[in-house]
């Protein structure tokens, strides 16, 4: 079956680093892309990774290992407005997007 | 980036109406919509498939008959929730996507389906 893992909540501070971790099984892999959602509203897209390697943008940064099935979401200089859920999706050999549970991160002063 | 809009954004009905929710591409023409459905802190779960003129993909156990969806032009697609009962309050959202190398989907920003 197909299988998308993340952590269900994680906590971090203002100012600091976090890291948010999927792990992937999937029917084929056509790219891993990384959504926030804030309660209440519909996905915004963050990024996109479908070669190996870390992609920077901003404060953000995602990571894959397509042999690990592996990737990482890597939020810098944390803001109270990154308290959000983050979902990890895989897009598998049908061009279709499976989805993880999504990781709420809270942020503390 | 491409926009999605959604209509309404929330509805609440009565038990045995039927409520229809579009999904509008404003700055794109959308070959495929894609149509899910979000329970509290679970994941999204992708309900249907649509490309323009054709019918739509449903998922294994979404009832077709039930959850009605058209997608009669490439910027509109419409959901149709027939005979509604409480079960079926949740928060549905809709995506597009075009014609682009990263198969990029964009969201609407949900309707909050309530059935009374």
């Known amino acids: 079956g197909q299988n998308i893992d993340q952590p269900t909540e994680m906590t971090a501070t203002e100012g600091a680093i976090v890291q948010i971790n999927c792990t992937y099984q999937t029917s084929g892999f056509n790219g891993l892309f990384w959504y926030q959602q804030h309660a209440g509203e519909a996905p915004t897209f963050l990024s996109y990774n479908v070669l190996d390697g870390l992609e920077e943008k901003g404060r953000f940064s995602s990571f894959l290992s397509r042999s690990k099935g592996y990737s990482y979401l890597l939020l810098k200089e944390l803001q109270m407005k990154d308290s959000a859920s983050y979902l990890c999706a895989v897009m598998d050999s049908n061009y279709q997007l499976i989805w993880g549970a999504g990781t709420k991160l809270i942020i503390k002063p | 980036g491409a926009v999605v809009s959604q209509h309404p954004s929330r509805v609440i009905c009565k038990s045995g109406t039927s409520v229809k929710i579009e999904c509008r591409s404003l700055?794109?023409?959308?070959?495929?919509m894609f149509w899910y459905r979000q329970f509290p802190k679970k994941s999204l779960m992708l309900m249907a498939t649509?490309?323009?003129?054709?019918?739509?993909?449903?998922e294994q156990g979404v009832e077709k008959d039930k959850f009605l969806i058209n997608h009669a032009s490439l910027t509109l697609s419409t959901l149709t929730v027939t005979s509604a009962h409480p079960e079926d309050s949740s928060f549905y959202i809709c995506s597009a996507a075009g014609e682009r190398e990263t198969y990029e989907q964009y969201f609407g920003p949900g309707t909050r389906l309530t059935v009374t």
């Open positions: 649509s490309n323009e003129g054709s019918k739509a993909t449903y």
């Open positions: 700055d794109f023409q959308a070959t495929t």
